[in-house]
């Protein structure tokens, strides 16, 4: 079975690293997304640390209602994931 397709929103730092404000990526889970996010947009090369984990200077929030802390996260299709410089002020 294919992969959902989610959309991944960047806001901050991210989009300006990336070139853009959004990508949408074939992804099961949150880890899968932000991959295909680093593949496609090189200048986000250090989204995840080497032990897999998100990198601290970044967010990622699932549907703007929570935050996501494990990459391990399944995802729906048509769900949407923040991603946000963890230093964004308010």
Sequence with gaps: MAAPAVTVEL????RARAGLAELTVP???AGEALAAL?????GLGELRRPDGRLAPQYLL???GKRFVT?????LRPGE???LLSADAGG
């Design 80 to 82: 949407r994931l923040l």
């Design 61 to 63: 929030s699932l549907d």
């Design 27 to 29: 992804a099961a889970t």
């Design 70 to 74: 494990d990459l391990a996260e399944p």
């Design 38 to 42: 680093a593949e496609a947009c090189p």
């Design 11 to 14: 806001f901050g730092v991210p």
